[in-house]
């Protein structure tokens, strides 16, 4: 077997509004840290980016932690030649507020309008740059029409492989040690995997993609 280099991130973004608020999400980064340490027991060499969590970090894995959806595409951009797969499990924030306030925003006003301006898309940079034998792996957070939202999503940010989780249903998904995906590449297969825990879950998430 080949020793190959991953990139995985993993865990929220935080969005700093003030010195003491962000916009963040419910993501807890369990699925991205799962991946990082199946990979490194199956002999290959990882760094994993990944937003703040509450997790260990994964033995034996270079660890590189960012706050901010910029300050990850920055170290993702950093790192993204010399990986052979990239496999996006983080939860990026769409968004950011337009300003950083330097001072606590204080509650003595009658309304607060939050002005966000788009974070850039990492998957969709990488899917336009990536070299042909990198494998790109994206992550799809669905509540709705989950094949359709998951397929565009493959086609929009040129993905080998897109990992479907509807994060609607409950027990699996966000904060849970239990997911059930279903993976859809670019060239049309649909594998659908039962419910099981993130860390059995992600050996076989790279059982199938590294076969491809
Ligand atoms: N992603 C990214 N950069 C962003 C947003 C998302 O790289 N600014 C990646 C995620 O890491 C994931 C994939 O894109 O691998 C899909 O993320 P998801 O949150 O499901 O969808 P979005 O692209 O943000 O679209 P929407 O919020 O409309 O569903």
């Not at 840290?33 to 990882?46: D, E, F, I, P, T």
């Not at 359709?148 to 086609?155: P, T």
Request: charged share 25%; proline share 6%; glycine share 4%.
């Amino acid at each position: 077997m080949r020793r190959l280099n991953l990139l995985i991130t993993a865990g929220p973004t935080q969005e700093p509004i003030d010195p003491v608020r962000y916009l963040s999400n419910r993501s807890s980064g369990k699925m991205g840290y799962a991946l990082a340490q199946a990979a490194q027991k199956k002999g290959h060499q990882v760094i994993l980016i990944s937003g703040p969590t509450n997790l260990k970090p994964p033995v034996k894995v270079r660890l590189i932690p960012v706050t901010t959806a910029l300050q990850m595409h920055q170290e993702v951009l950093k790192n993204f030649k010399q990986a052979d797969v990239i496999i996006k499990t983080a939860a990026v924030a769409d968004w950011r507020p337009a300003r950083f306030s330097r001072h606590k925003i204080k509650k003595d006003r009658k309304n607060l309008n939050l002005k966000l301006i788009p974070n850039p898309d990492m998957l969709k940079t990488l899917g336009k740059i990536k070299r042909k034998n990198q494998l790109l792996v994206g992550f799809a957070a669905e509540t709705h029409n989950p094949l359709l939202h998951a397929r565009q999503k493959l086609i929009q940010k040129k993905c080998d492989w897109i990992i479907l989780n509807n994060v609607s249903r409950k027990g699996i998904g966000f904060e849970s040690d239990y997911n059930q995906v279903t993976l859809l590449s670019h060239n049309g297969q649909t594998i659908s995997l039962p419910r099981m825990t993130k860390k059995k879950l992600a050996s076989k998430i790279l059982e199938v993609i590294l076969s491809s």
